[in-house]
Each structure stands twice: as structure tokens, then as C-alpha cells.
């Protein structure tokens, strides 16, 4: 099956810092969305973004389908902006059929003050 | 509208025992699926309902694990018998299409299998 790795796994930044996650794929892909899990374990919705470049906020994010990655853009880090954030993905099937969504192995975020 | 809600929020139990986790989807979502975290590990996908129907529960871990979804509504997932390594964050999400784009997640039951 696809593989997806990210990339740092772990990443401590300075309250204000910016920092860049990566999410690389092994397979074409239907569908790419970006998750946080809180400190509270809620998974939150981030962005769905299959392809191109979408900003919310102080976050960011870019997916280059022909290369296979996508990467988060945190700036000006919070603290609030700890936990663990996961990249997932639909891979793409020829015949169109339905595959299961696969989760990267996600990159643990801690914002100190 | 309702989000996805998840009952309970905790769940602590020894080993041997059995828990049933439950998940209400958002009301006219005929997608259902299952997800669970482990310890510092990635979210797997566990299960897919498409309305009563089992689409795909090839990540269901072993014969522990028992989804249902009768009348393609609300769901749970039994556990029996629990075991440490059971122990994680089990979501649920629900999709009317069935695209990851329009899946809601649930806010997740912490199981700790002691």
C-alpha cells in the first residue's frame, strides 16, 4: 500500500518561531488534508488540499501532486499550536475504485513560551 | 447541526474486561469509519460503513474487534477481551460522499487497558 512519512517527527520551537512540516507520499493521490491533534487528543481539520496553496490564518499550506509532498507552514508559532499534526491521504486507484485513507507517521510539535 | 459525538470520552478497564465504544455520526451521513491512535504511534484506519454495510474492515486487528452499525445509523465497537496494547485514541468520522475532504471527525475515546 502507500507509504507516508513526515518529516521532522519531532520539532520543539520558540514561542513566535516559524517552522515548515513535510508530508511525502509514495503514490499518487486522489486527496491530501491536514490534521492537528491537540494536547487534548482532538483531531482537527486543517486544510484539504489535494493540490496548489491554502492560508488560513497564521498556517499555511502546499501540496505538489506531481512530485508527491505536501508541506505545513506554521508562522509565528503559539503555544496553543502544540501537538501533533498528521498529514493523510486518499491514494489514487486506476479504476477508480474506493481506497481507505492512510495517515503519516506525524510530526510532534511543542511551542515553548 | 451536530458534529460527530463519541461516548465516552474515557473509558479505563483491566485487562480480560470488555468495552463498547459508541459513535452517533452526523444525521444523513451514510459514511462511517473507525480510526485509532496508539500510543505515540499514526492513526490507522480501523473500518468502513457504508450505511449497515461493512466496506472495507480490513484494519480491523483481530477478532477482539466487533463494529456494528444497525440501521446504518449510530455505531459501536466492542472489545473483547481488552489488552494493553488496546490502549489509544479511537475516533470515529462520518462523511456523507465518502471523500477525505468531507470526513468530520469525532472528539476521539481515550481506552486505557490496565
Known amino acids: 500500500g502507500i507509504q507516508v512519512e513526515q518529516s521532522p517527527p519531532d520539532l520543539i520551537l520558540q514561542e513566535g518561531a516559524n517552522s515548515t512540516l513535510r508530508c511525502n507520499f509514495s503514490?499518487?493521490?486522489?486527496?491530501l488534508q491536514w490534521f492537528h491533534q491537540n494536547p487534548w487528543g482532538q483531531l482537527i481539520n486543517l486544510f484539504y488540499i489535494p493540490s496548489g496553496t491554502k492560508q488560513n490564518g497564521r498556517l499555511s499550506a502546499t501540496t505538489v501532486a506531481t512530485e508527491r509532498y505536501s508541506l505545513l507552514y506554521i508562522s509565528s508559532s503559539q503555544t496553543t499550536d502544540s501537538g501533533v499534526y498528521f498529514c493523510?491521504?486518499?491514494?489514487?486507484?486506476?479504476?477508480?475504485?474506493?481506497?481507505?485513507?492512510?495517515f503519516g507517521t506525524g510530526t510532534k510539535l511543542q511551542v515553548i513560551p | 447541526e451536530a458534529g460527530v459525538t463519541q461516548f465516552p470520552s474515557h473509558s479505563v478497564i483491566e485487562k480480560g474486561q470488555t468495552v463498547t465504544l459508541r459513535c452517533d455520526p452526523i444525521s444523513g451521513h451514510d459514511n462511517l469509519y473507525w480510526y485509532r491512535r496508539v500510543m505515540g504511534k499514526e492513526i490507522k484506519f480501523l473500518l468502513h460503513?457504508?450505511?449497515?454495510?461493512?466496506?472495507?474492515e480490513s484494519g480491523m486487528p483481530n477478532n477482539r474487534f466487533l463494529a456494528e452499525r444497525t440501521g446504518g445509523t449510530y455505531s459501536t465497537l466492542k472489545v473483547q477481551p481488552a489488552e494493553l496494547e488496546d490502549s489509544g485514541v479511537y475516533f470515529c468520522?462520518?462523511?456523507?460522499?465518502?471523500?477525505?475532504?468531507?470526513?468530520?471527525f469525532g472528539p476521539g475515546t481515550r481506552l486505557l487497558v490496565l
Open positions: 493523510a491521504v486518499e491514494p489514487r486507484v486506476n479504476s477508480g475504485g474506493y481506497q481507505k485513507v492512510t
Open positions: 503514490d499518487s493521490v486522489n486527496n
Open positions: 460503513f457504508v450505511k449497515e454495510s461493512k466496506q472495507d
Open positions: 468520522a462520518s462523511s456523507q460522499d465518502g471523500q477525505i475532504g468531507t470526513q468530520y
